[in-house]
């Protein structure tokens, strides 16, 4: 199992940048690809971008490429997801999730607010 703790999240105007943390505990996160999806109000839980345990393959969800970056340090067992260019449409909370073994973990999400 691993635990999930996101931070960094906040109010930004239209343009700006944030970047959210997603700190784990436990063994398995050197080992587990680690992925960031978003939930807006009254919408369904969407994929945003993934990232291999070794950091040398990712993937982002068409809305955000160009404009968003994962990245990890698994010797610090941490994600990250940078964010640039944000748009109110960006308005979310942003979960960070692990797979270990098949199973998904999550954190509890942290709160990202674009204004325009």
């Known amino acids: 199992q691993v635990q999930l703790v996101e931070s960094g999240g906040g109010l930004v105007q239209a343009g700006g940048s944030l970047r959210l943390s997603c700190a784990a505990s436990?063994?398995?996160?050197?080992?587990?690809?680690m992925g960031w999806y978003r939930q807006a109000p009254g919408k369904e839980r969407e994929f945003v971008a993934t990232?291999?345990?070794?950091?040398?393959?990712?993937y982002y969800a068409d809305s955000v490429k160009g404009r968003f970056t994962i990245s990890r340090d698994n010797a610090k067992n941490t994600v990250y997801l940078q964010m640039s260019s944000l748009k109110p449409e960006d308005t979310a909370v942003y979960y960070c999730?692990?797979?270990?073994?098949?199973?998904?973990?999550w954190g509890q999400g942290t709160q990202v607010t674009v204004s325009s």
């Open positions: 999730k692990a797979t270990v073994n098949g199973n998904s973990n």
């Open positions: 436990g063994r398995a996160f050197s080992t587990s690809p």
């Open positions: 990232i291999s345990s070794s950091g040398s393959t990712k």
